[in-house]
């Protein structure tokens, strides 16, 4: 008989703790449309920039060197010329541009323009995706990236 009632507590502890972990309906993490938890995103990065200065760290990226710590660069609030809120503005802000930039950063190959590149594996290559890094605010900030569809430098290596 005990064993039964301890047996129905443990049931209705997890069938509790279950509704705790189940988002209600309009939490901004319930499963939503695609591109709503995106705007959750700007808007929170939007409503943080509001009330700090333009030198605040919104989010770092990592770059692994082969000897020692990572290498981090940092995206800023910004202003209209540099950082998140040039990013947004110019070119647009959501989970891709994020992942994008912290793919270049992390694993694309230095680009010449003080940043770093993601390129298709073509031969001629192809630069599809490009940050540039060094801002007014510091030398490891995130000035702007954006898409990129042409070949690389004159000069590169014929295939």
């Known amino acids: 008989m005990l064993h039964k009632t301890a047996a129905k507590a443990g049931l209705a502890a997890t069938a509790a703790l279950s509704a705790l972990l189940i988002p209600a309906a309009g939490s901004a993490s319930a499963a939503s449309p695609v591109g709503a938890s995106?705007?959750?995103?700007?808007?929170?990065?939007?409503?943080?920039?509001?009330?700090?200065?333009?030198?605040?760290?919104?989010?770092?990226?990592?770059r692994r060197v082969p000897v020692g710590p990572p290498t981090f660069y940092?995206?800023?609030?910004?202003?209209?010329?540099?950082g998140w809120k040039h990013i947004k503005?110019?070119?647009g802000w959501n989970s891709t541009m994020d992942r994008k930039i912290s793919a270049a950063?992390?694993?694309?190959?230095?680009?010449?323009?003080?940043?770093?590149?993601?390129?298709?594996?073509?031969?001629?290559?192809?630069?599809?995706?490009?940050t540039i890094i060094g801002t007014p605010a510091g030398s490891n900030d995130l000035l702007t990236a954006y898409n990129v569809d042409q070949p690389a430098a004159a000069g590169a290596a014929r295939c």
Do not use: M
């Open 38 to 62: 995106v705007t959750a995103r700007a808007d929170s990065y939007d409503t943080t920039c509001r009330s700090h200065s333009r030198t605040y760290v919104l989010k770092k990226y990592y």
């Open 74 to 82: 940092t995206l800023r609030c910004g202003t209209s010329t540099w």
């Open 89 to 91: 503005a110019r070119h």
């Open 105 to 130: 950063i992390g694993n694309g190959s230095p680009n010449g323009r003080g940043g770093y590149s993601t390129y298709l594996n073509q031969c001629p290559r192809v630069e599809k995706f490009r």
